[in-house]
């Protein structure tokens, strides 16, 4: 008898059978729906799968990795994820922080998404790396991804702040709002915009850029350590 599908008369292995003896990378579990849930703590549990198309389970050895942005332990109170499928997976825990949290990382992550979309040789101009190492990310990686890919379709080699989006070429965006009501925050971030503004109009010269702010250039300079600005 046919099946209600091509194929569906035979075997077909499934992610549990590629990944026999190997590891499978499970992401945003945390979206997994409680039906699904259920099934994949069989499999853990077990460590049999049914292929689709046939009517007797094997045996698999799977390592799982699995990934989400969501706070599973809020999801388990509010019984949206299994508690036996947390604490099944609960085995090593890697917190990875937010991008906003590690801001050195952005130039590195940037090169690489550079590499990854670009056709061809694409440089990034010292101003547009400040304003992408300066702003929040609340969308992390995949907002990154995206803002890069963008801008490589708009400039012609090299990325520079006319070819990021307004509110990060800018310096809006969510970083302040991160900052929340903590005053030293706020002024140290209003600083850091003025100095890398003022380095930029003045192509790095900080005797220039001293005479913008209104400041010496061993205040300028000051300044500068103080709020770990590379110029």
Same mark, same amino acid.
Not at 140 to 146: G, I, K, Y
Not at 152 to 165: A, F, K, N, P
Not at 206 to 222: D, E
């Given at each position: 008898? $046919?099946?209600a599908?091509?194929?569906?008369?035979?075997?077909?292995?499934?992610?549990?059978?590629v990944?026999?003896?190997?590891?499978?990378?499970?992401?945003?579990?945390g979206?997994?729906s %409680?039906?699904?849930?259920?099934?994949?703590?069989?499999?853990?549990?077990?460590g049999?799968?049914?292929?689709?198309?046939?009517?007797?389970?094997?045996?698999?050895?799977?390592?799982?990795?699995?990934?989400?942005?969501?706070?599973?332990?809020?999801?388990?109170?509010?019984?949206?994820?299994?508690?036996?499928?947390?604490? $099944?997976?609960?085995?090593i825990?890697?917190?990875?922080?937010? %991008?906003?949290?590690?801001?050195?990382?952005?130039p590195?992550?940037? !090169?690489?998404?550079?590499?990854?979309?670009?056709?061809?040789?694409? $440089?990034?101009?010292?101003?547009?790396?400040?304003?992408?190492?300066?702003?929040?990310?609340p969308?992390?990686?995949? !907002?990154? =991804?995206?803002?890069?890919?963008?801008?490589?379709?708009?400039?012609?080699?090299?990325i520079?702040? =006319?070819?990021?989006?307004?509110?990060?070429?800018?310096?809006?965006?969510?970083?302040?709002?991160?900052?929340?009501?903590?005053?030293?925050?706020?002024?140290?971030?209003? =600083?850091? =915009?003025?100095?890398?503004d003022? %380095?930029?109009r003045t192509?790095?010269n900080?005797? !220039?850029?001293?005479?913008?702010?209104?400041?010496?250039?061993f205040?300028? !300079?000051?300044?500068?350590?103080?709020?770990?600005?590379?110029?």
């Amino acid at each position: 008898m $046919r099946g209600a599908f091509t194929g569906a008369d035979r075997p077909r292995a499934g992610l549990f059978e590629v990944a026999d003896r190997g590891t499978l990378f499970l992401d945003e579990i945390g979206e997994m729906s %409680l039906a699904m849930q259920t099934k994949l703590l069989r499999v853990l549990e077990d460590g049999l799968v049914r292929p689709l198309g046939s009517d007797r389970a094997r045996k698999v050895d799977v390592r799982v990795i699995a990934a989400t942005h969501r706070d599973l332990d809020a999801l388990v109170r509010a019984r949206a994820f299994r508690e036996d499928l947390f604490y $099944r997976l609960n085995i090593i825990t890697i917190r990875v922080p937010p %991008l906003r949290e590690r801001a050195t990382d952005v130039p590195l992550i940037v !090169q690489h998404l550079v590499a990854k979309h670009g056709r061809g040789p694409v $440089r990034v101009t010292r101003g547009a790396m400040e304003r992408l190492s300066a702003y929040g990310w609340p969308g992390n990686v995949r !907002q990154l =991804e995206n803002e890069i890919r963008r801008a490589i379709v708009l400039c012609d080699g090299t990325i520079d702040r =006319e070819h990021l989006s307004t509110e990060i070429a800018h310096g809006g965006g969510a970083a302040p709002r991160e900052l929340g009501l903590n005053v030293r925050a706020r002024i140290d971030a209003l =600083e850091t =915009e003025l100095v890398r503004d003022a %380095l930029e109009r003045t192509r790095g010269n900080q005797t !220039q850029a001293a005479k913008l702010l209104g400041l010496s250039r061993f205040g300028l !300079q000051k300044m500068i350590k103080r709020l770990a600005i590379e110029a």
